[in-house]
């Protein structure tokens, strides 16, 4: 994890977007970059999910993330919300069991949810069923979460700037410039 916290702070130091904001909160952030990325790596889909405000953001991800000047193996990256167009009408426990029995089927190496959004949301509740869901919360702090504030005026420019610090973590661990474990 030292070596994901040096390389974390080098990267943000880099960074010349005015991404100093993110230095304090790195400790915060490793971990679960960590486990988004290790998951990734080891194969398993993931299915972005964002509240209303946040849907663009999930399409800038869906462009940016597979982009093929990036020289990098494609990575199965996918809008839940297009996958299964009735998300929204998902209410009780056992419509989302029966969601989560599609995904099992649908994704066999395994998948992880990367949620983007209020916590207060309805699709928090799948997010949060789920072991390894990848949270950035927007107004409450949760655990296993990065929490941000919806009324940040910074609020988009942030986003962007940790997709980039997440776009560049993936990259250095598949091209082998920074080891997870070490």
Do not use: C
Not at 8 to 22: C, K, N, P, V
Not at 35 to 52: F, K, P, Y
Not at 139 to 155: H, I
């Amino acid at each position: 994890m030292q070596q994901l916290l040096k390389w974390t702070l080098d990267t943000i130091r880099e960074d010349e977007s005015g991404f100093s904001w993110m230095e304090e909160y790195r400790y915060e952030w490793a971990p679960l970059v960590r486990n988004a990325v290790a998951q990734s790596i080891e194969g398993r889909t993931v299915l972005i999910l964002t509240d209303s405000p946040r849907k663009w953001f999930s399409n800038y991800i869906l462009n940016a993330v597979n982009d093929l000047a990036k020289n990098r193996p494609l990575l199965p990256f996918y809008q839940l919300s297009k996958s299964f167009p009735n998300l929204d009408t998902l209410h009780s426990t056992s419509d989302l069991q029966l969601l989560e029995d599609m995904l099992d089927i649908s994704y066999p190496n395994g998948y992880y949810i990367w949620y983007i959004g209020r916590s207060d949301h309805l699709f928090t509740k799948l997010s949060y069923r789920a072991d390894n869901s990848f949270l950035w919360i927007m107004d409450q702090e949760v655990q296993n979460a990065f929490t941000m504030r919806s009324s940040d005026p910074l609020l988009d420019i942030k986003l962007l700037q940790l997709y980039n610090l997440f776009d560049k973590t993936l990259s250095a661990v598949l091209f082998g410039e920074l080891d997870l474990e070490a």
